[in-house]
């Protein structure tokens, strides 16, 4: 059974970085697009940024230049680097895994990311 476990979450002031792994255990990610996403208090899930199997990334406006994504084969994990964060980066931060043929869609748990004045 697949599961993703995030990691790195936490509290930093305004302007500070923090970087998020998610761990998969299971089949290699490589038949996986990987993404991350968040979603604030009162407001709907959305896309950060995503990795495809042939390392191509993209990501949301909000973010771009700040954020990057990267992925270890060989640690069949997931980073999400966040810097400059901002307090409407405030979220709760989730992993996800889409296999790339049969188009499954798995989910972390979460992992909080606050960004105070």
């Known amino acids: 059974q697949v599961q993703l476990v995030e990691s790195g979450g936490g509290l930093v002031q305004s302007g500070g970085s923090l970087r998020l792994s998610c761990a998969v255990s299971?089949?290699?990610?490589?038949?996986?697009?990987m993404g991350w996403y968040r979603q604030a208090p009162g407001q709907q899930r959305e896309l950060v940024a995503t990795v495809t199997t042939s390392d191509t990334t993209d990501y949301a406006d909000s973010v771009k230049g700040r954020f990057a994504i990267s992925r270890d084969i060989s640690k069949n994990t997931v980073y999400l680097e966040m810097n400059s964060l901002q307090p409407e980066d405030t979220a709760v931060y989730y992993c996800n895994a889409k296999h790339i043929i049969f188009n499954s869609n798995l989910w972390g748990q979460g992992t909080q990311v606050t960004v105070s004045l």
């Open positions: 299971g089949p290699t990610i490589n038949f996986y697009t």
